[in-house]
């Protein structure tokens, strides 16, 4: 399985997803909300949101193109990339940044790239964004790093104005750069 986690707000989310999406031929399939029924979008019309329950990069080669029923869809096994959309939102109102996703598996089946792909993008990356986090549970106390997590410096600015990230929104473990690689102030609630 190849995964890239990242803490970045949707518009640049969108922009990171949008060049990949073009640099491989890659059309995107939305799901808002409870539809069962997506939508293609070309990388120039593709609009980032929360209201979007599932996203997935689907080459444009690939045989299972027309299929759109979120039900017989088999993403893993037709070499899709699966997008989870994370963005900012606020919680107990303090501004929260939710980790987003982008990740695949080896399909058996079909010829698929998308591993490959991921994990260029991922080299990519950690060329000019920091990587490196710190999860801390709030129930515990236990704090773990986790070097592969990237984040932008507009993510960083949440946490400078008090805002936190978080992988999700009702979750209980807050991130935070590695101490060690940035000057934020200790996690407090």
Not at 21 to 44: C, F, K, W
Not at 55 to 60: D, G
Request: net charge positive.
């Amino acid at each position: 399985m190849a995964r890239i986690e990242i803490f970045a707000p949707l518009d640049e989310l969108k922009r990171i997803i949008v060049d990949f999406a073009m640099e491989h031929r890659l059309q995107i399939l939305v799901y808002s909300g409870t539809s069962n029924r997506g939508v293609y979008q070309s990388p120039d019309d593709f609009i980032a949101s929360k209201k979007m329950s599932e996203v997935f990069l689907v080459p444009e080669d690939n045989p299972k193109i027309r299929t759109v029923n979120y039900d017989k869809i088999q993403p893993p096994e037709w070499g899709w990339i699966s997008v989870t959309l994370g963005g900012l939102t606020r919680v107990e109102k303090k501004p929260t940044l939710i980790l987003s996703e982008l990740s695949c598996e080896k399909a058996p089946k079909i010829m698929s790239h998308c591993q490959r792909w991921l994990a260029t993008l991922q080299r990519k990356l950690k060329k000019v964004l920091p990587s490196g986090v710190q999860g801390y549970v709030m129930d515990s106390g236990i704090t773990r790093d986790y070097k592969s997590i990237l984040y932008t410096n507009s993510a960083l600015a949440i946490i400078s104005d008090l805002g936190c990230w978080k992988q999700f929104r009702l979750g209980n473990v807050f991130f935070r750069p590695i101490p060690s690689t940035s000057s934020i102030a200790p996690i407090t609630t």
